[in-house]
């Protein structure tokens, strides 16, 4: 599976921004997505996740309201919409896929990720 996202940019604090992932290889019923951030000096984050199976959805604890993460059959894609972002939201995202149809928050379950797109969130 390869992944690639897009998407990615500056943005003023208070502002909204929609990154897009594309998932290719596989059948996505099959996969759960899962977007991750990592900043400067940081751990990696959980962000969101998406089963693509039944549309389930589970969100970090920092995003939780702002941040949602949807899908589009036709056009073989994730998002996620960053609404009132902050700051700190500044990151490199990444988009991942996983090998099951169940949600997931823990970074190791996904096996193919893509190789980001930044987020830059001035106040």
């Known amino acids: 599976v390869q992944v690639e996202e897009s998407g990615g940019g500056p943005v003023q604090a208070g502002g909204s921004l929609k990154l897009s992932c594309e998932p290719f290889?596989?059948?996505?019923?099959?996969?759960?997505m899962g977007w991750f951030r990592q900043a400067p000096g940081k751990e990696r984050e959980f962000v969101a996740a998406?089963?693509?199976?039944?549309?389930?959805?589970v969100y970090g604890d920092s995003v939780k309201d702002r941040f949602t993460v949807s899908r589009d059959y036709a056009k073989h894609s994730i998002y996620l919409e960053m609404n009132s972002v902050k700051t700190e939201d500044t990151a490199m995202y990444l988009c991942?896929?996983?090998?099951?149809?169940?949600?997931?928050?823990?970074?190791?379950?996904?096996?193919?990720w893509g190789q980001g797109t930044e987020v830059t969130v001035s106040s």
């Open positions: 290889g596989r059948p996505l019923s099959r996969l759960t």
């Open positions: 991942a896929a996983a090998d099951r149809a169940t949600l997931s928050r823990n970074a190791d379950d996904y096996v193919y």
């Open positions: 998406l089963a693509w199976f039944d549309g389930s959805t």
